[in-house]
């Protein structure tokens, strides 16, 4: 028997309004979009899961419903599935209501991600819990979380998770100063959020895997809105390092940054050829795709106008209607 885990809830922050991938999220959440099948955010509840959570926390927004519809009983669609005789799908959408017991706690305004937390206090209480940012999804043979909670169960206190990223990319995260001590672990020392490069203490990035103790709290409350006028997480536990230990640790695995347009393209192709159902075919289209003869521009929004319409001999437009 399997003994409970030393982290029972996590908090999955997911009020954004997804301006990055506008104009695709202006009629739904950023979290449901789809790496081949399957919505973004549930890869990383998978990840929970995985790592022996059970409860989890959404914190959401206006316009966020799909994210609750989702993770709800779709009592219509298991009917038809079972009058069509698919067991393989009525089981994976069974499953998708049954793999957690979820709560749902509502950030009325875009005030930050320290705010975001700060609305799951009630349903978190006295005990520690993690934080995981649906943006990043991360392959790794054991779980990038039951690594921290490995970790955790050793020293109980707050933990990030760091990578490290180019120092051109550190205005695009929160950085920390550390000491090493140990494999892949480091004890902090100060905490910056998006620093410009020059100004960077480390390469070291925070990326969307958190364990916090509940001391988190007190510190949320105070902290005032910084960057963007809004409530960072950074800048909470930056004044929570004055008064105990936080430790960064260098997870072991593949971060796939799906908040970004390149990122979410790079995630898609590689998870797809992953599929044993689609990475062959898949891989022989890529292997056969003319990417010269693609042109820039052609779909979407061009970057260069259209050719102007071709002139008949003799002058004027074609006519619409039937031809002589």
């Known amino acids: 028997m399997k003994s409970p ?4 809830k996590a908090v999955f922050p997911a009020a ?3 301006t ?9 959440p950023k979290e449901m979009l789809p790496l081949v099948d399957k919505p973004i955010i549930q890869y990383v509840v998978e990840e929970a899961v995985a790592s022996g959570i059970r409860t989890i926390i959404i914190v959401t927004g206006r316009g966020k419903t799909a994210i609750e519809n989702h993770f709800d009983v779709a009592y219509e669609l298991e009917q038809l599935l079972e009058r069509r005789s698919r067991p ?4 994976e959408v069974r499953g998708i209501s049954d793999m957690i017991d979820v709560s749902y706690v509502r950030q009325k305004e875009p005030l930050g991600l320290g705010h975001a937390i700060l609305m799951a206090r009630e349903l978190v209480g006295d005990e520690p819990f993690a934080v995981f940012l ?3 999804v991360i392959e790794s043979p054991v779980p990038v979380m039951r690594q921290m909670i490995d970790i955790y169960g050793k020293h109980r206190c707050s933990l990030v998770a760091v990578e490290r990223v180019s120092r051109a990319r550190t205005g695009n995260y929160g950085i920390v100063a550390a000491k090493p001590a140990g494999d892949r672990l480091h004890r902090v020392t100060d905490l910056v959020e998006k620093p410009p490069p020059d100004e960077a203490p480390s390469d070291l990035a925070i990326i969307g895997r958190y364990i916090l103790t509940p001391d988190i709290f007190p510190h949320l409350e105070k902290t005032a809105a910084g960057r963007g006028g809004e409530i960072q997480l950074t800048d909470a536990l930056r ?3 004055r008064r105990q230990p936080i430790y960064a640790y260098r997870f072991s695995g593949k971060r796939y940054d799906t908040g970004d347009k390149l990122g979410f393209l790079k995630a898609t192709v590689e998870f797809a ?3 044993p159902d689609l990475g062959g075919p898949f891989r022989a289209y890529l292997k056969n795709l003319d990417l010269d003869g693609i042109a820039p521009g052609r779909a979407g929004r061009p970057d260069r106008p259209a050719p102007p319409a071709r002139r008949r001999p003799g002058g004027g437009r074609p006519r619409k209607g039937k031809r002589s």
Do not use: V
Not at 5 to 8: A, E, Q
Not at 88 to 91: R, S
């Open 5 to 8: 885990s030393l982290i029972r």
């Open 16 to 18: 954004g309004m997804g």
């Open 20 to 28: 990055r991938f506008l104009p695709a999220t202006k009629a739904q």
């Open 88 to 91: 393989d799908l009525l089981k």
């Open 134 to 136: 649906g943006d990043d």
């Open 239 to 241: 004044s929570l390092l």
């Open 273 to 275: 050829l992953r599929r």
